[in-house]
């Protein structure tokens, strides 16, 4: 799938938010870039006063299928992704079946393929189940068809010490990377909210900071201990920040995500009681979001993953305590960066670019680096490229963002097959007009085009 043979002249476009340029795609790749192109035959899309951006990569969605295809599916989940402005995403694990065999991943990744909106990359389960006392089949699906680099038990903690450096040790072999959702289960049993204020003043039981960065300081021990390579699930307290930050002063394997809702969004929204806010990690403090923000910008934190955790309005429009953890978050995802890290002046869309696309591909083993292998287009036994620079030469996956727009999140007018948007109601800038995938367009004037 190296684009459908048409090639597009996309005029007047600011790559990474610069001088104004045209770029000329053909074949699935940038093949021309500079003032006044021409190209006989090719398609014309203005994009004066446009921002483009290498295609966003996400670490971190989950896509419910198979099992939960009235939350989500493959198809609602990536076209939710291309109006987002992604043309990759990592579907986590924690389906039914898990993802934890050569099978099912090889099914998931299929499954992204035929759809044909965004490219679908299968995380593996670290352990058989997720049931966190043995180690699921790394190596057959490191070798499967999807070619699985990221691993990850997320929704669970490894929290078997041995088990984690176990797993760190195996994927060495292949390059690949532990994934962990950072949450030391008896401190946080039946926990609800950020412990702290709030929690005294609603009377739920509170999930303490300490809980994640326990596991965040042992995870970064162990694969310094082992060479290996871990990266940390989003990021919540600002003592996280400050474990990484210094793991990386050490020269250590590791790389960290935060989440949009997590860099916009503070506990004292769950006053109301609304389980909209309701998430794992949970909302933290003012303090906590502050550290987050400095993080992202100074590059402790690698990069912005959505945790996209669609749910069936039964599972969400409940009782808080009893309510699913988590919230939707692929469209609005670039727009709550812009408000939260572009108009503060904490990135620059270089920095937007940086860590929604460059970074996050090269975790993800996605950037030609590593022993994957890439190659253009999607065939198995390579990896796509993405995080690409915007240049001749590159596969043409772009997004083309109007940072002027602005209007209200309204999640009835989502793909997404759930409604459990955090941001609905909220005023927010931006639009994401075009989203091309090898050269294909999956979304053109802010609606779907596939
Ligand atoms: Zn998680
Ligand atoms: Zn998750």
New binding site residues.
């Given amino acids: 799938m190296t684009g459908d043979g048409q090639a597009w002249l996309i005029r007047n476009a600011r790559p990474l938010g610069g001088v104004p340029t045209d770029l000329l795609l053909n074949d699935g790749f940038i093949v021309a870039a500079g003032r006044g192109l021409s190209a006989v035959g090719a398609q014309v899309m203005d994009a004066a006063d446009l921002v483009a951006l290498p295609g966003l990569v996400d670490l971190h969605t989950h896509l419910r299928e198979p099992g939960r295809e009235d939350a989500e599916t493959v198809q609602t989940g990536t076209q939710a992704a291309a109006l987002g402005g992604f043309t990759a995403v990592h579907a986590m694990a924690n389906t039914e079946p898990v993802a934890d065999t050569a099978g099912v991943v090889e099914q998931i990744w299929r499954l992204g393929a035929q759809a044909g909106v965004c490219d679908v990359r299968p995380v593996g389960a670290v352990t058989a189940g997720l049931d966190g006392s043995r180690l699921a089949e790394l190596g057959a699906m490191a070798d499967s068809a999807a070619r699985v680099r990221v691993f990850s038990d997320?929704?669970r903690c490894v929290s078997d010490a041995v088990l984690m450096r176990r797993a760190l040790e195996y994927v060495k072999a292949f390059d690949g990377v532990i994934a962990q959702?950072a949450q030391e289960p008896r401190l946080t049993d039946g926990a609800q909210v950020n412990e702290g204020e709030i929690s005294g003043v609603l009377g739920l039981t509170g999930w303490p900071a300490v809980a994640e960065e326990a596991i965040i300081a042992r995870d970064c021990l162990l694969a310094a201990h082992v060479g290996s390579a871990l990266h940390v699930?989003?990021v919540s307290t600002a003592g996280s920040v400050e474990i990484i930050r210094w793991a990386k002063s050490k020269g250590w394997r590791v790389t960290a995500e935060v989440t949009p809702h997590h860099l916009l969004l503070t506990d004292d929204l769950a006053v109301s009681y609304d389980p909209i806010y309701k998430v794992?990690p949970p909302l933290r403090t003012h303090a906590d979001v502050e550290a987050l923000r400095a993080g992202l910008a100074d590059g402790t934190i690698d990069c912005v993953a959505t945790?996209h955790a669609p749910h069936a309005a039964e599972d969400k429009e409940t009782e808080w305590q009893v309510a699913a953890f988590g919230m939707t978050g692929l469209e609005t995802a670039l727009r709550v960066v812009h408000a939260a890290m572009v108009e503060t002046g904490l990135l620059d869309w270089a920095g937007v670019a940086d860590r929604m696309s460059a970074r996050p591909a090269a975790i993800g083993r996605l950037d030609g680096s590593g022993t994957l292998g890439a190659s253009g287009s999607l065939e198995a036994g390579a990896a796509p490229l993405h995080g690409r620079p915007i240049e001749p030469g590159s596969p043409a996956n772009l997004v083309l963002y109007d940072p002027a727009a602005s209007s209200t999140v309204d999640p009835a007018g989502h793909a997404s097959r759930s409604r459990n948007s955090p941001f609905a109601g909220m005023v927010l800038p931006g639009q994401v007009v075009a989203t091309f995938l090898r050269g294909t367009p999956t979304v053109l004037d802010g609606k779907l085009a596939r």
């Fill in positions: 997320d929704g959702h699930c989003h794992n945790d």
